[in-house]
T-cell receptor
């Protein structure tokens, strides 16, 4: 298996622009998680899905952030409009959702908003 | 708020020495997991210990869990320069959904 796939790996955009991050989870995993990591705030859970349904989005910082999972093999995290404080590394992770509940992380998308 | 808190925040040792990292948490758990993150990479699952287990081994890794003290430790024996990374503990509770709650991590540097 290729593991969790994220794209793009790097994104540089100007303030006010829309940013879309993409994630393909490991096949057969039924849970998907979006995290944000910065030096100041560490690793933060933004939102997670079980069987394509959003379960907890309490970590989404503002209405500018939205996430979708239209099917079991694809999810997007969108920021519109982007702001410099959104600069961070965004990780997607998936989990088989068995009794162990370990998570498998993608390589991340490094977002820079100027 | 973070469930797990790692201690120390940073650790620097010489190659060949043992490295011990600690994690404390606040509520009851079903399992505790340790992850490693190399610079610029995603987190990688290392080892999982269930709440009814006290010690677990995997290669040079040894994890202990004390549920009465709500704490865990990760020991890396005979460290190597390649062990340089950040290490995170994460707790799992069934009634908290399928999510993990991560701590702030310990940055380990192993000097050759």
């Amino acid at each position: 298996d290729a593991g969790v796939i994220q794209s793009p790996r790097h994104e540089v955009t100007e303030m006010g622009q829309e940013v879309t991050l993409r994630c393909k989870p490991i096949s057969g995993h039924n849970s998907l998680f979006w995290y944000r990591q910065t030096m100041m705030r560490g690793l933060e859970l933004l939102i997670y899905f079980n069987n394509n349904v959003p379960i907890d989005d309490s970590g989404m910082p503002e209405d500018r952030f939205s996430a979708k999972m239209p099917n079991a093999s694809f999810s997007t995290l969108k920021i519109q409009p982007s702001e410099p404080r959104d600069s961070a590394v965004y990780f997607c992770a998936s989990s088989p959702g068995t009794e162990r509940y370990e998570q498998y992380f993608g390589p991340g998308t490094r977002l820079t908003v100027t | 708020s973070q469930q797990g808190e790692e201690d120390p925040q940073a650790l620097s040792i010489q190659e060949g020495e043992n490295a011990t990292m600690n994690c404390s948490y606040k509520t009851s758990i079903n399992n505790l997991q340790w992850y490693r993150q190399n610079s610029g990479r995603g987190l990688v699952h290392l080892i999982l210990i269930r709440s009814n287990e006290r010690e677990k081994h995997s290669g040079r890794l040894r994890v202990t869990l004390d549920t009465s003290k709500k704490s865990s430790s990760l020991l890396i024996t005979a460290s190597r320069a390649a062990d340089t990374a950040s290490y995170f503990c994460a707790t799992f509770r069934y009634n908290a959904g399928n999510m993990l709650t991560f701590g702030g991590g310990t940055r380990l540097m192993v000097k050759p």
